[in-house]
Antibody
Framework: QVQLVQSGAEVKKPGASVKVSCKASGYTFTSYDINWVRQATGQGLEWMGWMNPNSGNTGYAQKFQGRVTMTRNTSISTAYMELSSLRSEDTAVYYC????????????WGQGTLVTVSS | SYVLTQPPSVSVAPGKTARITCGGNNIGSKSVHWYQQKPGQAPVLVIYYDSDRPSGIPERFSGSNSGNTATLTISRVEAGDEADYYCQVWDSSSDPWVFGGGTKLTVL
């Protein structure tokens, strides 16, 4: 069965960086885009960007341009999202989600990773 | 950038029909996906491409999309349907994935 398993919760200080992993199983990793979506406590879903695991091509939301980097390691079917220059407003649950194409729905989601930014 | 507008909350009695709207400029020309999110859980796809249902989603869930409004309809509402619901579209003119603000469905 398809699974996206994310890394565990992180606590970071303002100005630091965080790298969240998303390990895929149950399907061909390079056949589906990985999108990253975050959700602050009590707030809605916010799209951060996408990555094509086959080509490594990426696209980032304007809000995160220059602060986010999405990468992958195809040998272990794992995608990564790194967010730098963290501030308190970045405290949120970060989700990876699979989609066949840019316009496709996200049919499988990771369980989420809580990132807390606090001094 | 493209904006999707959802009502913050919808309330419905058990067994009745809930309708959750998602407004956007000419949204009828786009494909709309709907997600259900229960507290502490990741979102789950319940409707895709306006009106298709993934396997495992009850037939009580249906969708439509026309003009400036897309609608998620939940028939014969059950207590277990209580959740937040988000609409989402792909937009080529700005950040590709756009989410609505979410609607909290309360089962009375």
């Amino acid at each position: 069965q398809v699974q996206l398993v994310q890394s565990g919760a992180e606590v970071k200080k303002p100005g630091a960086s965080v790298k969240v992993s998303c390990k895929a199983s149950g399907y061909t990793f390079t056949s589906y885009d990985i999108n990253w979506v975050r959700q602050a406590t009590g707030q809605g879903l916010e799209w951060m960007g996408w990555m094509n695991p086959n080509s490594g091509n990426t696209g980032y939301a304007q809000k995160f341009q220059g602060r986010v980097t999405m990468t992958r390691n195809t040998s272990i079917s794992t995608a990564y999202m790194e967010l730098s220059s963290l501030r308190s407003e970045d405290t949120a649950v970060y989700y990876c989600a699979r989609a066949e194409y840019s316009s496709s729905p996200a049919d499988y989601w990771g369980q989420g990773t809580l990132v807390t930014v606090s001094s | 950038s493209y904006v999707l507008t959802q009502p913050p909350s919808v309330s419905v009695a058990p067994g009745k029909t809930a309708r959750i709207t998602c407004g956007g400029n000419n949204i009828g020309s786009k494909s709309v996906h709907w997600y259900q999110q229960k507290p502490g859980q990741a979102p789950v796809l319940v409707i895709y491409y306006d009106s298709d249902r993934p396997s495992g989603i009850p037939e009580r869930f249906s969708g439509s999309n026309s003009g400036n409004t897309a609608t998620l309809t939940i028939s014969r509402v059950e207590a277990g349907d209580e959740a937040d619901y988000y609409c989402q579209v792909w937009d080529s003119s700005s950040d590709p994935w756009v989410f609505g603000g979410g609607t909290k469905l309360t089962v009375l």
